[in-house]
């Protein structure tokens, strides 16, 4: 049975390899889609350098991927509205496929990065 919920675990380190994070920074999950991308969620970043999602299946419908399961996502970090760090797009991210060894769905939570925020 096809799953309802995502989670989505991204992880971003600075030019020095530390984490990146502070208050004034804002990452966004999106899917891209041909004609409008649709927002997933948005976060802070943890100490860590971390940002977690979650999101249903619903969110990645729309008028212009009717019937999608597998979004095509990518990160977006912004600092008071301007953009600082884009991501490369993760085409197609499966969270239907099952496990090869147990047959079960277990890739509802996946985990993308780090990726190096610079500048």
Same mark, same amino acid.
């Not at 948005?42 to 729309?62: P, R, W």
């Not at 008071?80 to 509802?108: K, L, M, Y």
């Given at each position: 049975?096809?799953?309802?919920?995502?989670?989505?675990?991204?992880?971003?380190?600075?030019?020095?390899?530390?984490?990146?994070?502070?208050?004034?920074?804002?990452?966004?999950?999106?899917?891209?889609?041909?004609?409008?991308?649709?927002?997933?969620?948005? =976060?802070?970043?943890?100490?860590?350098?971390?940002?977690?999602?979650?999101?249903? =299946?619903?969110?990645?419908?729309?008028?212009?991927?009717?019937?999608?399961?597998?979004?095509?996502?990518?990160?977006?970090?912004?600092?008071?509205?301007?953009?600082?760090?884009?991501?490369?797009?993760?085409?197609?991210?499966?969270?239907?496929?099952?496990?090869?060894?147990?047959?079960?769905?277990?890739?509802?939570?996946?985990?993308?990065?780090?990726?190096?925020?610079?500048?």
């Amino acid at each position: 049975m096809p799953a309802e919920f995502f989670k989505v675990i991204a992880r971003f380190e600075n030019a020095e390899g530390r984490p990146f994070f502070g208050s004034e920074y804002t990452v966004a999950l999106l899917d891209k889609d041909r004609l409008l991308d649709d927002k997933l969620g948005s =976060a802070s970043l943890s100490e860590d350098g971390v940002a977690e999602f979650l999101f249903s =299946a619903s969110q990645i419908l729309s008028i212009d991927s009717i019937g999608e399961r597998k979004p095509d996502l990518y990160f977006l970090i912004t600092e008071h509205g301007n953009e600082v760090f884009r991501s490369e797009i993760f085409p197609e991210v499966d969270f239907d496929a099952p496990d090869p060894v147990t047959g079960r769905q277990d890739n509802v939570t996946m985990e993308f990065g780090p990726f190096r925020v610079t500048g």
